[in-house]
């Protein structure tokens, strides 16, 4: 079975937002931003395996949209955690840079898919 790129860099992602997640609870003590990231950042990879066992092309693109509008609402959380002073900026740096490249395929993805029906 090919590597599905976005399926294992949404997996990877997922894992350091837990992490992220844990450090904001433990040693922050902040909740609600916490679990604001938690939801988004876990959801991209979710809704990309929703997708890949997708059962039409339709069905496809929606879940694959949905996985790029989470990446960008936790591209959001995590520049509110910076500006905030949650996270720092090298913190910030390493993370985003994660969600932007995933946000860029997704919407690659997205426009591919449109194109090709």
Known sequence: MKENLIQKESFSFAVRIIGL????????????????ILRSGTSIGANIEEAIGGQSKKDFITKITIAYKEARETHYWLRL????KFISENEFNSISLDCERIVRILGSIQKTSKLNP
């Open 21 to 36: 997640y844990k450090h904001l609870v433990e040693k922050k003590k902040e909740y609600i931003l916490a679990k604001q």
């Open 81 to 84: 955690l910076k500006e905030t």
